[in-house]
């Protein structure tokens, strides 16, 4: 039997399905963080308008892109 692969969250890789992996580790118990200032941001996707294409918001409401956040532990 061949091992499982590695999820993207716990490699670092961001590739194509970067959103899908940071969502997982967030059920996982990760707490997603912004690369330049380490703040918190939480999950808010919208079907149209800036939340389709940065749908991590901050508490002060500022919008980021799933390659700007990573999960921490």
Do not use: N
């Not at 997982?24 to 999950?43: H, K, L, M, N, P």
């Not at 996707?45 to 990573?70: A, I, N, Q």
């Amino acid at each position: 039997m061949a091992d499982c692969k590695t999820p993207d969250y716990r490699t670092g890789r961001r590739g194509r399905h970067w959103t899908h992996a940071l969502r997982s580790a967030q059920r996982a118990g990760a707490v997603i963080v912004t690369d330049d200032t380490g703040e918190s941001v939480s999950y808010s996707h919208t079907d149209s308008g800036p939340g389709r294409l940065r749908p991590w918001v901050s508490v002060d409401g500022v919008r980021y892109d799933s390659y700007e956040v990573h999960p921490e532990w």
